[in-house]
């Protein structure tokens, strides 16, 4: 059986993983790191790619795929622009091939994560599939018949910043207004808390601190029945079901898979309503034909899909399929 490593690399750690054709972990290997200069996170990555490939030694390695934040060339793995780690031009590719002595291959996280859901989890056999990571941010990719949706420019899925609230939204963390990632993700949902908190004096909420709120605390409020915590889940649903009934209208998927940790709500609270929600505001494209489910992988999706990655032959073997 081959095997292939898919690293994984966040704003405070990285880990590669062992991961079979059949998009099984084997093991893993994490690192903490404690700067996000590119030569020190250059060394920490290498670090787990080394003990990921010592592990294996003597068996078949496919390759080896890194999903990273941000805007990225996956023709040759430069980082042109990560908010994440403050970098810009960084040539990501060239420096871990020269560090380890193998091509890695590199795309961005959330297309990463895509390509795991949909070779090994919600989007399997799915010709048209979405994936929608709701966490500080919304990331996520498109696969349109069969293929991942990479764009001219290598610059498709990012989905987050598309405005549906452009006159009376958040600002978001990219200058614009109402973007879908201000208004849906997980710190979109403490937003809207903050926002409508003076009219909920006796919140349940209220009685923390509310620098300490986190999207699963309101949604555990919610359920225990604190008024502003349903308050502000229920318009925080209301923009999540506009930003996924567009995305309905722009690829008209099979199925729609949530991701991160807001995506991973009992589905009585969340896949169910807002399958009702989008389904209302769906008028071109088929009603109550696209499935909107959790996404199975949970937190292993980066490094499963940057090990499907390295099996498809990086992006250049994408590209060719």
């Given at each position: 059986m081959k095997y292939a490593i898919g690293v994984?690399?966040?704003?405070?750690?990285?880990?590669a993983a062992v991961v079979d054709s059949k998009g099984k972990i084997l093991d893993k290997f994490k690192r903490d790191l404690s700067s996000?200069?590119?030569?020190?996170?250059?060394?920490e990555v290498a670090n787990v790619i080394g003990k990921a490939l010592k592990s294996v030694k003597g068996k078949d390695v496919a390759g080896i795929g890194l999903g990273s934040p941000g805007s990225i060339d996956e023709r040759n793995g430069d980082i042109r622009y990560s908010p994440n780690f403050g970098w810009r031009n960084v040539p990501l590719g060239k420096m871990l091939a020269k560090r380890i002595g193998r091509q890695v291959h590199i795309l961005n996280d959330a297309r990463c994560a895509t390509l795991g859901e949909a070779d090994h989890g919600t989007g399997r056999g799915a010709r048209d599939f979405a994936l929608i990571t709701l966490g500080t941010g919304i990331g996520g990719g498109f696969i349109a018949n069969g293929k991942l949706v990479i764009g001219a420019s290598m610059g498709a899925g990012e989905l987050g910043h598309h405005q549906i609230r452009p006159d009376a939204g958040f600002i978001c963390t990219c200058g614009k207004t109402g973007c879908f990632e201000a208004q849906a993700s997980g710190t979109g949902l403490i937003r809207h808390?903050?926002?409508?908190?003076?009219?909920?004096?006796?919140s349940t909420l209220l009685a923390g601190d509310s620098a300490t709120w986190g999207s699963k605390g309101i949604r555990e409020a919610m359920v225990r029945g604190d008024l502003h915590a349903t308050a502000a889940w229920n318009r925080w649903m209301s923009d999540l079901a506009i930003g996924v009934s567009n995305i309905v209208a722009f690829m008209n998927p099979e199925v729609i898979a949530l991701g991160g940790g807001a995506g991973q709500a009992d589905k009585k609270i969340l896949s169910i309503p807002l399958t009702a929600l989008v389904d209302a505001l769906t008028i071109m494209s088929p009603r109550g034909k696209t499935k909107i489910v959790s996404a199975q992988l949970g937190n292993d999706a980066g490094a499963v899909g940057a090990?499907?990655?390295?099996?498809h032959g990086g992006v250049k073997g994408l590209l060719k399929e």
């Amino acid at each position: 059986m081959k095997y292939a490593i898919g690293v994984d690399l966040g704003g405070s750690h990285t880990m590669a993983a062992v991961v079979d054709s059949k998009g099984k972990i084997l093991d893993k290997f994490k690192r903490d790191l404690s700067s996000l200069d590119a030569a020190y996170v250059v060394g920490e990555v290498a670090n787990v790619i080394g003990k990921a490939l010592k592990s294996v030694k003597g068996k078949d390695v496919a390759g080896i795929g890194l999903g990273s934040p941000g805007s990225i060339d996956e023709r040759n793995g430069d980082i042109r622009y990560s908010p994440n780690f403050g970098w810009r031009n960084v040539p990501l590719g060239k420096m871990l091939a020269k560090r380890i002595g193998r091509q890695v291959h590199i795309l961005n996280d959330a297309r990463c994560a895509t390509l795991g859901e949909a070779d090994h989890g919600t989007g399997r056999g799915a010709r048209d599939f979405a994936l929608i990571t709701l966490g500080t941010g919304i990331g996520g990719g498109f696969i349109a018949n069969g293929k991942l949706v990479i764009g001219a420019s290598m610059g498709a899925g990012e989905l987050g910043h598309h405005q549906i609230r452009p006159d009376a939204g958040f600002i978001c963390t990219c200058g614009k207004t109402g973007c879908f990632e201000a208004q849906a993700s997980g710190t979109g949902l403490i937003r809207h808390a903050l926002a409508i908190a003076p009219s909920f004096p006796r919140s349940t909420l209220l009685a923390g601190d509310s620098a300490t709120w986190g999207s699963k605390g309101i949604r555990e409020a919610m359920v225990r029945g604190d008024l502003h915590a349903t308050a502000a889940w229920n318009r925080w649903m209301s923009d999540l079901a506009i930003g996924v009934s567009n995305i309905v209208a722009f690829m008209n998927p099979e199925v729609i898979a949530l991701g991160g940790g807001a995506g991973q709500a009992d589905k009585k609270i969340l896949s169910i309503p807002l399958t009702a929600l989008v389904d209302a505001l769906t008028i071109m494209s088929p009603r109550g034909k696209t499935k909107i489910v959790s996404a199975q992988l949970g937190n292993d999706a980066g490094a499963v899909g940057a090990a499907t990655l390295a099996f498809h032959g990086g992006v250049k073997g994408l590209l060719k399929e």
